[in-house]
């Protein structure tokens, strides 16, 4: 297999990537476990890994199927995170690992579809030992002596000025930096002000608010937005944050195509379990092509109990009968599907950090098919926490989503409040 040779070019009008000497700029997502097919289909040009294997698919497997559509991967090397377990005083588990990751090097350098190489994730994530950063500049000059073709670069939890400084002094091998902000995304331009940063950089993860940073009810519960709301923020954040800084950012990578589990399941795939696209998905097209979508998906739902939305801190007795309502402004005449589930929430011990896995909580109670309204009336369940969903799904693959946190407690409880 041929390489591509891929080129960070410092031009007067800023930086560029190169890729067989055309100008490149990325188009991209973050992408594991969802359709790479899909991404192509939407005008995406790219995607970034995680790591090599992604336990279904090799790091070939990847690779072949991302050139069969046409677009360009920034594979991932999985580096050992500090909050993990990982010492970087343990020089033999250091040397071990570089061993492991040039292997991964030789064997997929000189695919076609290969665009770089991205050194670790989010390694600065509560991590004290600066030691990690000669082991991403040590991998980055071991690449750079095999693979003269592809530029490396490694990802930072936020973009905190004081860490930018460290990585570009302990890294110098590298060639550029890549930043990962949802709602704190606005600060990046001040972050690249104060420290001084003058190399290129891709946005590598943004998207949806993140869960720790949206309002909370009364019993920690984070309120997420609905599928509108958060279409429009990744409309404006890209115009705002990534296309607006023509001059260091080559690009970005939008979080997540596909579908995860974190905190909910529908908080940042573009798409959902099901492989129902959102208005997210139809936005990120439009962004990269200036098409707009030829079925919209509904928009701006609205969904409360008994007119009470999250906001107002929703407290239902056990046992007692409810009605959730939705309101959705639908485009076009063809009917809506509805789709109502009462799930629990994640229990606080088994909640992820840092995008680390997140077993999916069970569903307690749904309802859908024909006979499914705009409304439901449901009985409150056993004490505990849970979340109501609503789904509105279109005739063209298509749903948007709302849905509230809800805390479920006695009779004397209640009587109490």
Not at 93 to 120: C, E, Y
Not at 193 to 207: D, H, I, P, R
Not at 291 to 299: A, F, G, T
Not at 352 to 369: A, I, L, M, N, R
Request: charged residues 25%.
């Amino acid at each position: 297999m041929t390489p591509k040779k891929v080129e960070l070019l410092k031009q007067a009008e800023g930086f560029k990537l190169h890729v067989n000497g055309m100008p490149f700029y990325i188009k991209g997502a973050g992408l594991e476990l969802g359709s790479i097919k899909s991404l192509a289909d939407y005008g995406g040009n790219a995607f970034r890994t995680w790591r090599v294997d992604n336990g279904e698919k090799s790091g070939r497997d990847i690779l072949d199927e991302a050139h069969q559509y046409g677009l360009m991967v920034c594979m991932g090397l999985d580096v050992g995170r500090e909050r993990h377990g990982f010492d970087y005083n343990d020089k033999h588990a250091v040397a071990q690992q570089l061993a492991m990751i040039q292997k991964d090097v030789l064997a997929l350098k000189d695919h076609p579809a290969l665009l770089m190489w991205g050194i670790g994730n989010e390694l600065n994530l509560r991590h004290i030992n600066p030691n990690v950063w000669d082991a991403v500049n040590a991998i980055s000059e071991m690449i750079h002596e095999i693979d003269p073709n592809h530029p490396t670069t490694t990802m930072l939890a936020g973009a905190d000025p004081k860490v930018i400084q460290t990585v570009v002094e302990r890294c110098p091998d590298v060639d550029l930096l890549s930043f990962q902000l949802y709602g704190d995304i606005d600060k990046l331009p001040q972050h690249l002000l104060t420290s001084k940063y003058q190399g290129a950089y891709t946005v590598s993860e943004w998207g949806a608010t993140g869960h720790w940073e949206v309002d909370c009810t009364n019993w920690d519960r984070p309120l997420e937005p609905t599928s509108s709301e958060k279409a429009q923020t990744y409309q404006t954040r890209y115009l705002d944050y990534i296309v607006a800084d023509a001059e260091q950012c080559i690009g970005s990578f939008v979080f997540l195509w596909g579908q995860k589990q974190e905190r909910t399941p529908t908080w940042y795939g573009v798409f959902l379990e099901n492989g129902r696209h959102t208005e997210t998905a139809q936005i990120m097209q439009y962004l990269w092509t200036e098409e707009l979508p030829e079925q919209p998906v509904p928009k701006l739902p609205l969904l409360t109990i008994k007119g009470a939305t999250g906001q107002d801190n929703v407290r239902l007795t056990e046992g007692k009968l409810y009605q959730a309502q939705v309101t959705v402004e639908s485009i076009g005449d063809d009917p809506l599907s509805y789709r109502w589930e009462l799930m629990r929430e994640v229990e606080k011990n088994l909640e992820s950090d840092g995008g680390d896995f997140e077993p999916t909580p069970k569903v307690v109670w749904s309802q859908y098919g024909s006979e499914t309204t705009d409304h439901v009336d449901f009985k409150a369940p056993s004490i505990g926490e849970y979340r109501l969903f609503i789904y509105l799904d279109d005739a063209f693959g298509g749903s948007a989503t709302a849905n509230i946190p809800v805390l479920v407690v006695s009779l004397t409880t209640a009587k109490n409040l």
